[in-house]
């Protein structure tokens, strides 16, 4: 498991928990809004000095046995990690919570973690409508896979999430209802705004959305999803 990083406590990205959160190194995508390039380009990833040793994570998790309820394994894109299914037994078998952040590019292991008890929350990102996808996402997207991903986490018996980053000169109210609609009737969506910052591409044009135009995005998607969240 290639742990570029460690966020030892957080209270916000594990739903009513508190965790730590580990980042791993590498992705198949290049969307142009993210923040954490240096997790996902190659000649970043090879800059990084050390990575974290799984024993020196575990470590770390057997002092805080009292302390937290759950780990949040994130990226990058941790599907792509060889060992992921043996690194989340072994934290289950510490009697911790495991929460995959993911793109959704795999549904086979998806399904996977969640037949072998592996996982017990998947948070997974609808980054925009299918058709205009690869425009934001910079690679090419298996539609099938896709909508195969977000049928196996709603199917799958366990808490989940959807979530979207919603980017000015991307989203608009008028392309929105096609994004709602590839997950209607999920348990749970939430909104997040767009922050700039330090973009994987540097000439990124997006912008954020004032509260009162996310509250119109969070209305429309009601419609299809009823418990649906702004997340600040």
């Not at 198949?28 to 954490?36: A, G, K, P, V």
């Not at 050390?50 to 470590?59: A, G, H, L, Q, R």
């Not at 989203?171 to 096609?178: I, K, P, V």
Request: with cysteine.
């Amino acid at each position: 498991m290639l742990i570029s990083g460690i966020q030892k406590t957080t209270l916000l990205d594990y739903p009513g928990k508190v965790a730590c959160i580990i980042f791993t190194a590498g992705c198949n995508l290049r969307c142009q809004y993210c923040h954490n390039s240096e997790f996902v380009l190659p000649e970043k990833i090879k800059n990084i000095p050390d990575f974290i040793p799984e024993e020196v994570f575990f470590n770390f998790l057997r002092t805080k046995i009292w302390l937290l309820d759950g780990v949040v394994i994130c990226g990058g894109e941790p599907t792509l990690q060889k060992n992921l299914f043996e690194f989340c037994q072994k934290i289950k078998d510490m009697w911790f919570l495991v929460k995959l952040d993911t793109n959704g590019h795999d549904p086979e292991i998806l399904q996977k973690l969640i037949s072998q008890k592996c996982v017990d929350y998947i948070a997974m990102d609808i980054k925009w409508d299918f058709e205009n996808l690869e425009d934001l996402l910079g690679v090419k997207y298996q539609k099938e896979k896709y909508f195969q991903s977000i049928k196996v986490i709603q199917n799958s018996g366990i808490e989940y999430e959807f979530r979207t980053t919603l980017i000015k000169n991307y989203h608009s109210l008028e392309n929105f209802s096609h994004v709602v609609e590839q997950i209607s009737g999920a348990k749970k969506y939430f909104l997040q705004n767009y922050r700039s910052g330090n973009t994987l591409n540097p000439d990124f044009t997006g912008k954020s959305f004032s509260s009162q135009e996310l509250l119109a995005f969070k209305n429309l998607a009601l419609q299809y999803i009823p418990n649906t969240l702004i997340r600040l």
